[in-house]
Every structure is written in C-alpha cells, then in structure tokens.
C-alpha cells in the first residue's frame, strides 16, 4: 500500500461565486474598468487631480513618492467605488450575512487609503489660510505686552 501524498496545489474555479461582479479586482489586476462602470474613471481622475494640486500645486512639484502613493489611493479608490456600485445595483445582503466583497475586503481598502492620506499629510483640513500680519501682532504683541 503506498501513501499518498497530500497535494501542494489546489485548483481554484476562476472568478468564484463572488468576485469578478463588481469590477474591483479586474481593475486592481488588470488596470481597466469593467464597461458598466466606466463612468467611475470620471472619479478616479478628478481625485487624483484633486489631491495633486492639495500637494503640489502641480505634478512636478511633488516627489515620487508622493505621486506613487497618490496612484495607489486612487487604484484602491476604483476597487472601492467599484464594490459601492455593484452593492447598490444588487444588495448588501446574501442571505443573512453582509454581501462578500463588503465582508471580505471593503473596510481594508477604506482604511488602507485613510493610512495613505495620513502619510501624505491629508488627514486634517486647515480652516483657511491665517493672516501673517494678524499672527505677528497676536504673538509678538503678547510678548511685548508681558515686558
């Protein structure tokens, strides 16, 4: 009698009952959009724009590894509007647990991006630009009355 040997591979059924619906890994592996959701790169593309002129003003003002991580957010930011889509076409729930792409990945993907921003120094939005004029009469005005 001879043993077998446990396999070291397994073989996957392409796409699951689950991914592959929304569109959000075909566009983090493959860099397109499904065509139901191709109005999203309207989106992607204004983000990005958006958060290169909070950094830059312009693209050449910002280091490389601030603009690699603006593409990743907005490469994870196409995979979540994506799962977002496909959660309002269809339902949040299967059966009664949460929908898998929301079970599964969603808040990962949502917290990975608020990381980015953090590293970016995106994570508070300054109230306005202060008046230089005003805060050198406030701060030194201060000293200069406790003398």
């Known amino acids: 009698m001879t043993k077998q040997k446990p396999k070291l591979t397994v073989d996957l059924e392409r796409g699951g009952t689950h991914y592959g619906r929304h569109g959000g890994y075909a566009f983090l592996t493959r860099g397109k959009l499904p065509e139901n959701r191709k109005y999203i ?9 958006n958060l290169i002129r909070d950094l830059g003003p312009t693209e050449n003002d910002l280091t490389a590894a601030q603009i690699i991580i603006i593409d990743r957010i907005v490469t994870k930011l196409g995979v ?38 953090q590293s970016l120094g995106i994570d508070k939005k300054v109230s306005g630009v202060p ?9 030194y005005g201060k000293e200069e009355r406790e003398k």
Do not use: H, W
């Open 41 to 49: 790169l309207k989106f992607l593309t204004a983000a990005r724009e």
């Open 80 to 117: 979540i509007r994506c799962m977002e889509e496909y959660t309002r076409e269809s339902t949040v729930m299967k059966g009664d647990r949460l929908s898998p792409c929301l079970r599964e990945s969603y808040l990962a993907y949502n917290n990975s991006i608020r990381l980015d921003l």
């Open 131 to 139: 008046d230089l004029q005003s805060y050198i009469k406030e701060t």
